[in-house]
């Protein structure tokens, strides 16, 4: 197994090439990027956000490190890592792997621990950079950038996955950097998912609103997989840093969080629908 950091990278600014040299990167028209002390590289301008500190906060990725790293969604973990290496007849054992919304890097650690056959050319993206410094403190092998999927730092057709796990999709991007017959990997809350919680901390629930049914242009549907599992947590601080890891925490009330901060234990469903869309060009 190897595992290499992706580098066709695009300048964030104009989309030309970037070439890296030490700690910076910079492309033809001299726009530079540095490599933070930490591993990470930064190529979200100040320009391009809409706020002083986009994405997850510290708190966030810390709950969520926390929760992923203890294995309870190892079950959709290795749902993933199936879906993007079931290769075809005519690809190579070389794949070029973007985590669109990567937070801290759980995700694609488990793929490279997966992929013992194929050689890996990884990055993870996050508009946080919280989440970037995480997953770099925790693998240095995957390229972790700090970036958007509105405007993706990577250079044109490069692309053989993209994963977009829990996020947001932005298809006309992710059609831009994948190669044609590339995968799009999409996972999704399904309609249960932790149901259990959100009826402890909701007054009442409202129906899911699903993704759409149909492929978006560009792509073309390769198939669904749900993932669907009971989950106990049993301890008050497993439950708070599930609920801190979602955006439940924020929709909640202030009653509702108090009732879910009172438990001691609970079971909830797990369901995650995997949708694997292909790039037909």
């Given at each position: 197994m190897t595992i290499d950091p992706f580098d066709a990278l695009a300048c964030p600014l104009d989309g030309e090439p970037l070439a890296?040299?030490?700690?910076?990167?910079?492309?033809?028209?001299?726009?530079?990027?540095?490599?933070?002390?930490?591993?990470?590289?930064?190529?979200?301008?100040?320009?391009?956000?809409?706020?002083?500190a986009p994405g997850d906060s510290r708190e966030m990725v810390a709950a969520r490190r926390h929760f992923l790293n203890a294995g309870y969604?190892?079950?959709?973990?290795?749902?993933?890592?199936?879906?993007?290496?079931?290769?075809?007849?005519?690809?190579?054992?070389?794949?070029?792997?973007?985590?669109?919304?990567?937070?801290?890097?759980?995700?694609?650690?488990?793929?490279?621990?997966?992929?013992?056959?194929t050689q890996l050319s990884v990055i993870g993206l996050d508009i946080s950079k919280w989440a970037a410094l995480a997953a770099a403190k925790q693998d240095k092998r995957p390229r972790w950038v700090v970036g958007s999927n509105a405007n993706i730092p990577v250079l044109p057709g490069t692309l053989d996955r993209i994963l977009c796990l829990f996020g947001f999709p932005v298809y006309t991007e992710f059609a831009r950097v994948l190669k044609t017959g590339g995968l799009l990997i999409r996972a999704d809350a399904g309609p249960n998912h932790l149901r259990e919680l959100r009826e402890i901390i909701y007054p009442s629930l409202k129906p899911e609103k699903l993704p759409a049914s149909e492929a978006p242009e560009g792509f073309s549907l390769v198939d669904t997989e749900t993932v669907c599992y009971p989950l106990t947590l049993e301890s008050p601080e497993v439950i708070a840093d599930l609920l801190a890891m979602t955006p439940h925490l924020y929709r909640a009330s202030v009653e509702g969080r108090e009732r879910a901060a009172q438990l001691d234990r609970l079971t909830v469903t797990v369901e995650v629908q995997l949708v694997r869309l292909q790039h037909v060009g």
């Open positions: 890296g040299s030490g700690t910076c990167w910079r492309c033809p028209a001299g726009h530079s990027f540095d490599v933070a002390r930490q591993g990470y590289l930064h190529l979200l301008p100040v320009q391009k956000k809409r706020s002083l969604y190892r079950p959709v973990a290795e749902a993933v890592n199936a879906a993007v290496l079931q290769c075809t007849s005519d690809e190579a054992d070389r794949l070029a792997c973007l985590d669109a919304g990567c937070g801290e890097g759980y995700y694609l650690r488990q793929l490279a621990a997966e992929s013992a056959n």
